[in-house]
C-alpha cells in the first residue's frame, strides 16, 4: 500500500463501507473511519425494504440509482455470502402497497413506465395472498419484485468483504476536523483526530446524519439533518404474513423466522436524540394490530430508534465537493440509503476511476438547488 491510501472515507455505515468495497474492488486502496462502530448508526436501524426497479427504464435519476440496486442486490447478497459466508438475510418476498387515488395517479404511471410488475388487487384476492390483513384503507397493489435484507447482518457481511479485499477500517476512531496542508502538494488537505492527522489522496464523506458539520466547515453546507426514525419488533411464534405491507409513510415487514418490524416515524424535530417515545410506539404498535389483529398477541421484541440523514428535497448528495479537486460526498440518503447504496457505491466508484457514471451527478450535487415536487416511485 502507499503510504498514504488513494481514498479515505468518513463514515462507516452502509453507504461508506458499500463504497469502500467498490473502490477497493476496482484497485484502490482504501482506509475507512468510524467515530463508533461500524454500520451502527442509522443503516443498522433501518427496516431494508428494497422496492423494485428497472434501470433503463426509471424516469428520474433517483429512481435509476434506486432501481440499480434493486437489480444488483440478489447478485451483491450472494457475492458477500460467498465471500464472508455471512447470508444477509435478501428475500424477495414481494410486497403490498396502498394506495389512496390520488397516490395511485402519482405513482402507477411511474411504475408503468418503468416497467415495474404490479397489480391491483381485489379484497378477495388480497385475502387469499395475506390472510391475516383486516381491512386496510387504500387499494392493494401487489409489487412481486419487492424485496427484503437484514440491516445488521447486510453490515456485518460488509465489514468483513471490506476486511477481505484489503480495505482498511478504523473503528472507534472520530474525525473532529480537517486542514489544509499549505506546504503539501498532495493531499492538499488531511484529517485530525484526537491529536492524530490523516491523509490521503482523496477523501469521501459518508458520515450519515452528521456530515453537515464537515459540508460547513468545507464552506458548502447542503442542509443535512437527522430525521429520527423509530420502528417496533414483534415476534409470534410462526410467520403470519409474508409480504412487506406498505401503508403512507408507514410498512410491517415481516421477517422468514415470525419477526415483523413496524416502521417508521419522521422526527426531525427530535435532533440528535436517539430515544424511542412512548406515543410513538403505541401509534406503531396500535397500527400493527389494526393491520394483522394477530399481532395483538405478538411477543414485543424490542424498540429502537435511528438517525436518517435528511436533506432539503430529500434527494442524496454523491459527486465532487465543488471548489475542491480531491473531495467527494456520498450522504443524505433519507429514507432510502439503504435501496440507494449499491448504485451509490456503483457510481462513487465510476467518478473516482475516471468512467461515466451510471446516472447523471448533477442531480445530485452539492450546490444543486433544492429540487422541488419531484415524485419518486416509492415512498419507502
Ligand atoms: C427507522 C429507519 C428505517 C429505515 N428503513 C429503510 C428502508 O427500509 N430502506 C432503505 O433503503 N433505507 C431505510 N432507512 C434509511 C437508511 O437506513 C439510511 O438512509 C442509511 O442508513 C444512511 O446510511 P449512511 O451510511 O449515510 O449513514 P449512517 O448509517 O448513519 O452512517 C454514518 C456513519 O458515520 C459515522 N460518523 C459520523 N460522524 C463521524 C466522524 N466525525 N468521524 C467518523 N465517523 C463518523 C457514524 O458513526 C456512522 O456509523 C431507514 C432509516 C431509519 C432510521
Known amino acids: 500500500m502507499a503510504k498514504h491510501p ?39 436501524a433501518g427496516a431494508g425494504i428494497i422496492p423494485p426497479g428497472n434501470p433503463a427504464a426509471a424516469a428520474t435519476p433517483i429512481d435509476r440509482l ?12 450472494e457475492e458477500l455470502r460467498e465471500l464472508t459466508g455471512i447470508d444477509n438475510g435478501y428475500l424477495r418476498c414481494g410486497g403490498i402497497e396502498f394506495l389512496d387515488a390520488e397516490e395511485a395517479a402519482d405513482v402507477l404511471p411511474l411504475w ?10 381485489s379484497r378477495g384476492a388480497l385475502r387469499s395472498f395475506e390472510p391475516a390483513l383486516a381491512e386496510v384503507a387504500g387499494e392493494p397493489y401487489l409489487l412481486p419484485g419487492c424485496g427484503q435484507v437484514r440491516n445488521p447482518r447486510h453490515l456485518q457481511a460488509l465489514v468483513v468483504a471490506c476486511e477481505k479485499v484489503g480495505v482498511t477500517l478504523r473503528p472507534n ?11 503539501l502538494n498532495n493531499p492538499a488537505i488531511e484529517l485530525l483526530s484526537a491529536g492524530t492527522t490523516h491523509q490521503a489522496d482523496r477523501y469521501l464523506l459518508t458520515a450519515g446524519a452528521w456530515s453537515e458539520l464537515f459540508l460547513n466547515s468545507f464552506g458548502r453546507p447542503a442542509g443535512i439533518h437527522p430525521v429520527r426514525g423509530q420502528i417496533v419488533l414483534l415476534k409470534t411464534p410462526t410467520r403470519i404474513v409474508t409480504r412487506v ?38 401509534e ?59 448504485g451509490t457505491a456503483q ?34
Open 6 to 44: 488513494d481514498v479515505a472515507i468518513i463514515g462507516g455505515g452502509i453507504i461508506g463501507l458499500t463504497c469502500a468495497y467498490f473502490l477497493a474492488k476496482a484497485g484502490l486502496s482504501v482506509e475507512v473511519f468510524d467515530r463508533g462502530d461500524f454500520g451502527k448508526e442509522a443503516s443498522w
Open 284 to 342: 406503531l404498535i396500535g397500527l400493527a394490530v389494526r393491520t394483522v389483529p394477530a399481532l395483538a398477541s405478538a411477543e414485543l421484541v424490542k424498540c429502537w430508534s435511528g438517525l436518517r440523514p435528511g436533506s432539503p428535497d430529500g434527494l442524496p448528495f454523491i459527486g465532487r465537493v465543488p471548489g475542491w479537486d480531491n473531495l467527494f460526498v456520498a450522504t443524505g440518503h433519507f429514507r432510502a440509503g439503504v435501496q440507494l447504496s449499491v
Open 245 to 282: 405491507l406498505m401503508l403512507g409513510k408507514r410498512y410491517l415487514v415481516p421477517r422468514l423466522d415470525g419477526h415483523v418490524l413496524i416502521g417508521s416515524t419522521e422526527e426531525p424535530e427530535a435532533f440528535f436524540e436517539k430515544a424511542n417515545t412512548a406515543e410513538a410506539v403505541a
Open 66 to 77: 434506486r432501481a440499480i440496486g434493486s437489480m444488483r442486490y440478489p447478485g451483491f447478497s
Open 347 to 380: 457510481a462513487i466508484t465510476e467518478l473516482l476511476t475516471g468512467k461515466p457514471t451510471c446516472v447523471p451527478l448533477e442531480a445530485f450535487a452539492v450546490d444543486r438547488q433544492p429540487h422541488s415536487g419531484s415524485k419518486s416511485a416509492f415512498r419507502s
Open 173 to 183: 476512531l472520530r474525525i473532529e476536523t480537517w486542514r489544509r496542508c499549505p506546504d
Open 112 to 121: 408503468e413506465n418503468e416497467g415495474i410488475a404490479f397489480e391491483k388487487l
